[in-house]
């Protein structure tokens, strides 16, 4: 069964780091588009990131660019979202998506879509707090 699972959240101070995991399991990131997602008390949820499959570029949301960095280790197909000078409006449910045909230009990420619940495979999400 294919199966994301998202690690790392937890509570955090303005100004503080911290690094999500995303550990597949039952099929193969390589192929795969990776999107980061979030969903804020209140909100709706919202992309952050887009990694391509098939040049490794990522394209992020204006107001992550410079502090989120998104990678991948492809022996331990896993993915991470690197989170540095957290705010507190970064507060919410993180969640990552892998699908083989997700456009990464940054279209929806832009225009707010969420395209999460159409992903071929979606983790369930790890809360992060930032309070001091």
């Known amino acids: 069964q294919e199966k994301l699972v998202e690690s790392g959240g937890g509570l955090v101070q303005p100004g503080g780091s911290l690094r999500l995991a995303c550990a597949a399991s039952g099929f193969t990131l390589d192929d795969y588009a990776i999107g980061w997602f979030r969903q804020a008390p209140g909100k709706e949820r919202e992309g952050i990131s887009c990694?391509?499959?098939?040049?490794?570029?990522?394209y992020y949301l204006d107001s992550v660019k410079g502090r989120f960095t998104a990678s991948r280790n492809h022996a331990k197909n896993t993915v991470y979202l690197q989170m540095n000078s957290l705010k507190p409006e970064d507060t919410a449910v993180y969640y990552c998506?892998?699908?083989?045909?997700?456009?990464?230009?940054?279209?929806?990420?832009?225009?707010?879509?969420?395209?999460?619940?159409?992903?071929?495979?979606r983790g369930q999400g790890t809360l992060v707090t930032v309070s001091s």
């Open positions: 990694s391509s499959a098939m040049n490794g570029s990522t």
């Open positions: 998506g892998a699908d083989r045909l997700l456009d990464c230009s940054g279209t929806y990420i832009d225009m707010a879509v969420d395209v999460s619940e159409y992903l071929e495979v």
